[in-house]
C-alpha cells in the first residue's frame, strides 16, 4: 500500500499535511485530540479500507504537527470548517467519515455546518463525553496557564489511565512498555498556540453540554456508533442514550477495551467500521 503524503494550503493562514491511500470512494478519517495524519495507519483502518476498494484522506488538523499553528482560539466549527476546506482542495464531495474521539465533535460539526458534504458516518468512541473528560481539559488548560506547559509524566499518566484498559493497566510489562511508547511519541503539537487551540476546543464542546438532543436529531446521514466498554472518557451508557437520538443511528459496544482499542486489542472494530463502509456504496 502506496500513501500520498502532501502540505496543502485549504485557507488562508491554515496548512495541513495530508496523506492519502487507495483507490475508490473517499473515506475522510478524523482524528482525536492530538492524533498527526500517520497514526492512522497503525489502528488498521487504511489498510483494511483500501483492501475493500476504498481510499482514505488523513489529515493533521491545525495545531497538530506539522500542520500549521494561526493564532486561537479554536473552536470544534473551525476544525469543521477545515475539514469541509480540505475536500474543497481535493475536489472531493459525498464523502464517508470515520471519526475517533474528539474527531467525533468535528464530524458533528461538519455535517451540521456542511449539508451534503458527508454521505455516512462512524462515531469511534467520541459521541458523548463524560464528567471525566471535562475534568481532564480543566486541569491541562490549568497547567498551562500556571506553569505554561503539561509536564511529561502528568502527559504519560493521564494517556495511560484513559488509554488503557483494566487488565492491561494491571500488568506491569504493559504499563511500562506503554509508558515508553507514551514518552516517546514525540512533539505531537506545532507549538504551544496549536496544543492551547486544540485543548480549548475540545473543552469548550464539552462545557457547552454537546451533543444536544436537538442537534443529535439533526444528524440525516447513516450513522454508525460504537462505544468501547471501558472508555472512561465515553463511557458506553452514555454513549447509547446519545444514540438514541440520531435518527436510525446503530449503536454497539467493543468489549474489552479502554479509550484506545483502535491500538491496544484485538478487536473487531476495524471490520464493524469497514463493514458500514461498504454498505454505503
Known amino acids: 500500500m502506496s500513501t500520498d503524503v502532501s ?14 491511500s487507495g483507490d475508490g470512494p473517499t473515506v475522510l478519517l478524523n482524528g482525536g485530540l492530538g492524533q498527526p495524519a500517520p497514526v492512522w495507519e497503525y489502528t488498521g483502518v487504511v489498510s483494511a479500507l483500501t483492501a475493500a476498494g476504498f481510499s482514505t484522506v488523513a489529515h493533521s488538523a491545525r495545531g497538530v504537527a506539522p500542520s500549521s499553528a494561526p493564532p486561537g482560539p479554536y473552536r470544534a466549527a473551525d476544525l469543521a470548517d477545515d475539514a469541509a476546506a480540505l475536500l474543497d482542495a481535493l475536489e472531493l464531495d459525498d464523502v464517508i ?7 467525533c465533535y468535528v464530524t458533528q460539526e461538519l455535517i451540521r455546518r456542511h449539508p451534503g458534504r458527508v454521505r455516512a458516518t462512524a462515531l ?24 505554561g506547559t503539561i509536564p511529561s509524566d502528568v502527559m504519560t499518566f493521564e494517556q495511560l489511565v484513559t488509554t488503557l484498559h483494566p487488565a492491561l493497566l494491571q500488568d506491569p510489562a504493559s504499563v511500562r512498555g506503554w509508558s515508553e511508547i507514551f514518552a516517546s511519541s514525540g512533539q505531537v503539537w506545532t507549538d504551544d498556540t496549536g496544543l492551547r487551540g486544540n485543548l480549548m476546543a475540545s473543552y469548550e464542546w464539552i462545557t457547552a ?11 440525516d446521514v447513516p450513522t454508525l456508533a460504537l462505544a468501547f466498554e471501558h472508555d472512561l472518557f465515553f463511557p458506553p451508557e452514555g454513549c447509547r ?15 474489552g477495551v479502554g479509550h484506545g482499542g483502535f491500538f491496544t ?7 464493524r467500521v469497514v ?3 461498504r454498505e454505503q456504496v
Not at 467519515?97 to 474527531?103: D, I, L, R, T
Open 275 to 277: 463493514d458500514f463502509c
Open 209 to 219: 453540554g454537546e451533543p444536544t438532543p436537538d442537534r443529535l436529531a439533526a444528524i
Open 97 to 103: 467519515v470515520v471519526a475517533y474521539s474528539m474527531g
Open 7 to 20: 502540505q496543502i494550503d485549504i485557507r488562508d493562514g491554515v496548512r495541513v499535511e495530508v496523506h492519502r
Open 265 to 271: 486489542g484485538q478487536t473487531d472494530v476495524v471490520a
Open 241 to 255: 442514550a446519545a444514540a438514541e437520538q440520531i435518527p436510525g443511528a446503530r449503536f454497539s459496544v467493543v468489549d
Open 124 to 147: 469511534v468512541a467520541g459521541l458523548q463525553p463524560s464528567p471525566i473528560g471535562e475534568l481532564v481539559g480543566r486541569m491541562e488548560i490549568g497547567l498551562l496557564d500556571t506553569y
